[in-house]
């Protein structure tokens, strides 16, 4: 079974900086993918970002990019010039062929 | 483009009281089907998911059963709630591996 750990429940940016969340996961299978989801305080959840274990180009969407380390089984999110819009709670998600097993989240607050 | 509609939005419900959410999807056919519960400040626990009409799979066994009569209909029922029932339900598709989507979600409070 596949697990997901994001160690930090909450962090803080101030408004324009660049924050850093971290996710580490655990699979024994070859094919899979990562994503990363925001859910603001409407609690839609909304993807924000995947990256294919295969690629070993780390995935960027404007000021979101990822670092993937697959043998650190390692997928922290960047969020550059970080905007209001942007609090909400973070899910970390490893992608299997039926099935998506997600972290417990980190809380982002940016500070104006 | 595809679409995810679920409801009600936000229901209460007594103890010991039926469910039923529902949860559709459009412009897409033979999608997975996923529903989730988010307890307050957790992250979210798959209950079931469906890969066809009629084939659910159960993740966590508890007094909560889902059914997928049409294609694109995807339901959650409960015959008797508990108040452990209460969360925030989340359904979601895919029709590829590896990626879903998410609807809007129902916020239920079992009293």
């Known amino acids: 079974a596949q697990t997901v750990t994001q160690s930090q429940p909450e962090m803080s940016v101030q408004e324009a900086e660049t924050v850093t969340l971290s996710c580490t996961y655990d699979?024994?299978?070859?094919?899979?993918?990562l994503f990363w989801y925001k859910q603001p305080p409407s609690r839609q959840m909304i993807l924000v970002i995947r990256?294919?274990?295969?690629?070993?180009q780390n995935a960027t969407e404007n000021r979101f990019s990822v670092n993937f380390q697959k043998a650190a089984k390692s997928f922290s999110l960047k969020i550059s010039d970080s905007q209001l819009g942007d609090t909400a709670m973070y899910f970390c998600?490893?992608?299997?062929?039926?099935?998506?097993?997600f972290g417990i989240g980190t809380k982002l607050q940016v500070i104006p | 483009s595809q679409t995810i509609h679920q409801w009600p939005a936000t229901l209460v419900q007594p103890v010991g009281s039926p469910l039923s959410l529902e949860c559709t999807v459009e412009?897409?056919?033979?999608?997975?089907l996923y529903w989730y519960r988010q307890a307050a400040g957790r992250g979210l626990q798959l209950l079931f998911y469906s890969v066809g009409i009629g084939q659910i799979s159960s993740e966590v066994p508890q007094n909560l059963s889902a059914s997928r009569p049409q294609d694109r209909q995807f339901i959650l029922s409960s015959k008797k709630l508990l108040l452990s029932d209460s969360g925030f339900y989340l359904c979601?598709?895919?029709?590829?591996?590896?990626?879903?989507?998410f609807g809007p979600g129902t916020r239920l409070t079992v009293t």
């Open positions: 699979t024994s299978e070859n094919n899979y993918y």
């Open positions: 990256q294919e274990a295969y690629k070993q």
């Open positions: 998600a490893f992608g299997g062929y039926q099935k998506v097993t």
């Open positions: 979601a598709w895919s029709d590829r591996p590896y990626e879903q989507y």
């Open positions: 412009g897409t056919s033979n999608p997975n």
